[in-house]
């Protein structure tokens, strides 16, 4: 056999699997056509270049074979290195930033501006048109502030924590996002929302997407995170979970630490109408599609 021939067999290897691929992705394909997909984009998927590229091309995959995907991302580590170089203090209570008005500017600035047009160029990129927006645009999330009750250990005296211009959605418009998928746009949200008042709200990005996914009726919430989903005492994944046995997972101490807040968020989305709302690793390439296009998924799936 020839070099060139040995090129050719190789190359028809290659294509006769990439076939294989697309032949097996045609039952999903039929599935979620159609469907609103909302992803939450974050943590180290967001910080690595190679993954950011990936994702934006996987979303772009996602409009292109005929589903709507919804994007809201955070961006917590862009807002640390600013507020170092303003040189503003931050200060964390049960993982929300308490935002004074100085701190809400710079969040807006960040994530509505850097943040979102760069994660909306990743998909311009690959090939798809996608629209930067905040919560602010539209009406899209109308916020109110969010107070945080807490314990004292010794005296187990309740106090009310002031967070600042920290909020939560109170409604959510979605007359925005349909104009733009409709108009075959990718929306790309930013988790800044606007009070009755006209006071803007910085607005966990998690909480945001739950939120945003139970007013479209979503089919599916996908969760980016830096864990593989939800794990049993063995820390072995646990692929599918009720929303009871969510509930049970937290009570006998399952499910601990900053993994609550994600189920709750997924609960919540849940019970507002999406299908199933699933954390998965954001660190794995091409994490959404092994999500959306494999048997049984590589997540966490929270259903009802």
């Known amino acids: 056999m020839t070099d060139k021939q040995a090129a050719s067999s190789e190359t028809i290897q290659s294509a006769a699997e990439q076939a294989q691929i697309l032949a097996k992705a045609l039952p999903f394909l039929r599935r979620y056509a159609g469907a609103t997909v909302v992803v939450k984009y974050g943590g180290h998927a967001m910080g690595d270049q190679r993954l950011a590229e990936m994702f934006g091309h ?22 640390n290195d600013m507020l170092t170089r303003l040189k503003i203090q931050s200060t964390f209570v049960d993982g929300l930033r308490v935002t004074d008005a100085a701190m809400v500017e710079v969040v807006e600035m960040v994530l509505a501006g850097t943040v979102n047009k760069q994660v909306a160029g990743l998909i311009n990129r690959a090939g798809a048109l996608a629209v930067g927006i905040c919560g602010k645009d539209g009406g899209l999330i109308r916020a109110r502030r969010l107070s945080r009750v807490v314990r004292d250990t010794d005296s187990l005296i309740e106090k009310h924590l002031d967070l600042g211009f920290v909020g939560e959605p109170e409604h959510i418009d979605v007359r925005v996002i349909h104009a733009l998928t409709g108009a075959g746009l990718i929306p790309v949200i930013a988790p800044v929302g606007v009070g009755a008042d006209g006071q803007t709200y910085n607005i966990n990005a998690d909480t945001a997407a739950g939120a945003i996914a139970g007013a479209l009726g979503a ?8 864990v593989a989903g939800v794990l049993d005492k063995a820390k072995k994944l646990i692929p ?65």
């Open 219 to 226: 089919t599916r919430l996908l969760m980016l995170t830096d």
């Open 240 to 304: 599918e979970l009720s929303v009871a046995e969510v509930s049970e997972g937290i009570a006998d101490g399952t499910i601990t630490g900053g993994m609550i807040p994600k189920v709750e968020c997924c609960v919540d989305a849940v019970k507002a109408g999406v299908k199933g709302a699933v954390i998965l690793d954001g660190r794995l390439p091409h994490v959404c599609l092994l999500e959306l296009f494999t048997e049984g998924g590589i997540g966490t799936m929270i259903v009802p």
């Open 58 to 79: 996987d979303i772009a995959l996602l409009k292109l074979v005929g589903m709507n995907p919804v994007v809201v991302h955070g961006g917590g580590p862009q807002i």
